[in-house]
């Protein structure tokens, strides 16, 4: 009885992923199609599904199951591509679309050029569960939100206006006026945010004690001011290896707020920054940008920086000041972890001043 041999031919394989089933097609060293299939998306059957070929190239789009998907495959020794969705217009933009032709796209442009599709490197398993952590503390200050809107909102409709107060303390101070009863359901809906602020208090101490004992490095970061344990664990968690950047000035492209370039002749138009990248780490970055601009934000150089562009006016000039920290920020923030070197908001003192 003959036995199964491994394929070791080149090849380029495309998978196009769905929640149960996903399809592959397979081109040969030619570009023609060797086989077309049909697999269950679970660990098991894709293992074994691709144990057949060895090192093929695997073209994947980024999306919820590409993460365990690419290491899977990566601990196979295969070569994963996991492409740029922003990259592969062909697929989500052709006149006929089914999962077997968007697997058989993927594999050819795959083949014809990997850099194309602007490959994703996900994050190891570790920094994954780690940012998770934060992702349900997100989830959670989210509907704690939702819930205070949601009873303002009804308030104004009996005639009344909940006092303001900070989103931890909501409950208490709408009791402490009197209107617990003012609507059924509203002593319901205060017990929510309380068990929800509980939640998040929770967390935020499961953050402050992930960021000391297993990113020390967080500590570096957080010499800025406007940059808490929450932004510092979020921003380690995503970059995970400071050397991917060459320079520091890069980390403003990775988080996506660098203008957009159209350029065209002699034309340069002032576009909108890019929005690519992780869009968690760069609202949080954004928030520690109006807090440094803000009436509470220390005296430094980021600040005066913030300051000037305010004072040029125009429409868009808070918002252009706003992004232009935020990129600074994070920039500085990766020049802080790769260096070590101690934070100075108003610049490193002359060495006249530390000889005094």
Same mark, same amino acid.
């Not at 998907?69 to 989500?92: D, F, W, Y």
């Not at 890019?274 to 968690?280: A, H, I, L, P």
């Given at each position: 009885?003959?036995?199964? $041999?491994?394929?070791?031919?080149?090849?380029?394989?495309?998978?196009?992923?769905?929640?149960?089933?996903?399809?592959?097609?397979?081109?040969?060293?030619?570009?023609?199609?060797?086989?077309?299939?049909?697999?269950?998306?679970?660990?098991?059957?894709?293992?074994?599904?691709?144990?057949?070929?060895?090192?093929?190239?695997?073209?994947?789009?980024?999306?919820?199951?590409?993460?365990?998907?690419?290491?899977?495959?990566?601990?196979?020794?295969?070569?994963?591509?996991?492409?740029?969705?922003?990259?592969?217009?062909?697929?989500?933009?052709?006149?006929?679309?089914?999962?077997?032709?968007?697997? +058989?796209?993927?594999?050819?442009?795959?083949?014809?050029?990997?850099?194309?599709?602007?490959?994703? +490197?996900?994050?190891?398993?570790?920094?994954?569960? =780690?940012?998770?952590?934060?992702?349900?503390?997100?989830? *959670?200050?989210?509907?704690?939100?939702?819930?205070?809107?949601?009873?303002?909102?009804?308030?104004?409709?009996?005639?009344?206006? *909940?006092?303001?107060?900070?989103?931890? !303390?909501?409950?208490?101070?709408?009791?402490?006026?009197?209107?617990?009863?003012?609507?059924?359901?509203?002593?319901?809906?205060?017990?929510?945010?309380?068990?929800?602020?509980?939640?998040?208090?929770?967390?935020?101490?499961?953050?402050?004690?992930? @960021?000391?004992?297993?990113?020390?490095?967080?500590? *570096?970061?957080?010499?800025?001011?406007?940059?808490?344990?929450?932004?510092?664990?979020?921003?380690?968690?995503?970059?995970?290896?400071? !050397?991917?950047?060459?320079?520091?000035?890069?980390?403003?492209?990775?988080? @996506?707020?660098?203008?957009?370039?159209?350029? !065209?002749?002699?034309?340069?138009?002032?576009?909108?920054?890019?929005?690519?990248?992780?869009?968690?780490?760069?609202?949080?970055?954004?928030?520690?940008? =109006?807090?440094?601009?803000?009436?509470?934000?220390?005296?430094?150089?980021?600040?005066?920086?913030?300051?000037?562009?305010?004072?040029?006016? @125009?429409?868009?000039?808070?918002?252009?000041?706003?992004?232009?920290?935020?990129?600074?920020?994070?920039?500085?923030?990766?020049?802080?972890?790769? $260096?070590?070197?101690?934070?100075?908001?108003?610049?490193?003192? !002359?060495?006249?001043?530390?000889?005094?």
């Amino acid at each position: 009885m003959r036995k199964a $041999t491994t394929i070791r031919r080149r090849v380029t394989i495309g998978l196009d992923v769905s929640d149960r089933y996903s399809r592959v097609c397979v081109l040969d060293a030619r570009g023609r199609i060797e086989c077309e299939d049909r697999i269950r998306t679970t660990s098991d059957a894709v293992g074994t599904w691709f144990e057949r070929y060895a090192r093929a190239r695997v073209v994947l789009e980024v999306g919820p199951h590409s993460p365990w998907l690419s290491r899977l495959l990566a601990a196979q020794r295969h070569e994963v591509v996991v492409a740029n969705p922003r990259r592969v217009r062909l697929i989500a933009e052709a006149e006929r679309k089914s999962d077997r032709i968007d697997a +058989e796209m993927l594999a050819r442009l795959g083949r014809a050029d990997p850099k194309l599709l602007r490959p994703i +490197e996900h994050r190891g398993e570790a920094a994954q569960q =780690h940012l998770a952590l934060l992702r349900v503390r997100e989830g *959670l200050v989210r509907s704690r939100t939702r819930l205070i809107q949601c009873a303002r909102g009804l308030a104004k409709s009996f005639g009344v206006r *909940l006092a303001a107060s900070s989103a931890p !303390s909501f409950a208490k101070r709408v009791r402490e006026g009197g209107h617990e009863a003012l609507f059924p359901g509203l002593a319901a809906l205060l017990e929510q945010c309380e068990a929800l602020t509980a939640s998040i208090r929770q967390l935020d101490r499961e953050v402050e004690q992930l @960021g000391r004992e297993r990113y020390p490095e967080t500590r *570096l970061l957080r010499q800025v001011p406007s940059i808490g344990p929450i932004t510092s664990l979020a921003y380690v968690l995503t970059v995970e290896d400071p !050397s991917r950047f060459a320079k520091s000035r890069s980390a403003g492209a990775y988080f @996506g707020l660098t203008p957009r370039q159209r350029d !065209s002749g002699e034309a340069r138009p002032e576009l909108a920054i890019t929005k690519r990248g992780d869009e968690f780490v760069r609202r949080l970055l954004i928030e520690a940008a =109006h807090y440094t601009l803000g009436p509470f934000g220390p005296d430094s150089e980021l600040r005066r920086f913030g300051l000037r562009l305010l004072a040029q006016g @125009g429409k868009r000039a808070k918002k252009r000041a706003v992004v232009a920290v935020a990129r600074k920020l994070a920039v500085l923030l990766h020049q802080l972890w790769v $260096t070590g070197e101690v934070y100075h908001p108003l610049g490193a003192p !002359s060495e006249e001043a530390q000889a005094a």
